[in-house]
């Protein structure tokens, strides 16, 4: 092969890396949740758990930093699935229950708890299909808002990939971090390629003359 060949044939593979590095990045970047109304993605922590086919799930009250926080935020789960809120004690008292006009299923766990390991339970029904808003009545006006989504038949929307709990300037960027590094290796990989055949043909081309010279 000569040089001008090998750069044509380098530059098309480098192309071709770099484009399938570029769709595997954004098809793993789709991602479908419900469309949750903006009392619940306005919700402190704002952390997302797709539950769907778990019998039993366990939802933190008192969660985050400051204790303000219900984790996972937002829920997605079947009917028929048991929610567990277990309180934490951190963040002072608090309670579940669905704000007014917040969607079907009826949570409220009664006056505001502070004690640790406190549980309210709540089994999902058919009756609950959809997304329902709750909050923590004594901390509404500070953010302590979530949601459960139950059953198939809610509105969707694809965003652009979960929340894994990288820092927020990599979490942004629009991929999930594997992509950045599939990319990454790509290039690397194509970079040696390209060197180690560059040294190749030179010098194996100044043998190769320098043989045919000597006979």
């Given at each position: 092969m000569k040089?001008?060949?090998?750069?044509?044939?380098?530059?098309g593979t480098t192309a071709a890396v770099a484009a399938s590095a570029g769709a595997t990045g954004t098809a793993a970047?789709?991602?479908v949740q419900p469309e949750w109304p903006s009392g619940v993605t306005n919700g402190n922590l704002g952390s997302y758990r797709d539950a769907r086919g778990e019998s039993e799930v366990t939802v933190q009250v008192g969660a985050g930093d400051s204790g303000l926080a219900f984790d996972p935020t937002q829920?997605?789960?079947?009917?028929?699935?048991t929610i567990t809120w277990e309180w934490t004690g951190n963040g002072g008292a608090h309670n579940v229950q669905t704000v007014e006009d917040g969607g079907p299923a009826s949570l409220d766990s009664g006056d505001a708890v502070d004690e640790e390991g406190y549980t309210y339970e709540y089994e999902t029904s058919e009756e609950d299909a959809g997304i329902t808003h709750y909050h923590?009545?004594?901390h509404t006006a500070v953010g302590m808002h979530a949601g459960?989504?139950?059953?198939?038949?809610?509105?969707?929307?694809?965003?652009?990939?979960?929340?894994?709990?990288?820092p927020?300037?990599?979490?942004?960027?629009?991929?999930?971090?594997?992509a950045h590094w599939v990319g990454i290796s790509a290039g690397i990989g194509v970079v040696l390629t390209m060197i180690f055949t560059f040294y190749t043909l030179k010098y194996g081309e100044s043998a190769h003359t320098g043989h045919g010279g000597s006979r």
């Open positions: 040089r001008r060949e090998f750069v044509r044939t380098a530059g970047a789709q991602e829920l997605w789960v079947d009917p028929g699935t923590c009545v004594p459960i989504a139950v059953g198939e038949d809610v509105p969707t929307v694809e965003t652009g990939g979960a929340n894994t709990g990288w927020e300037d990599i979490a942004d960027v629009g991929m999930p971090i594997h």
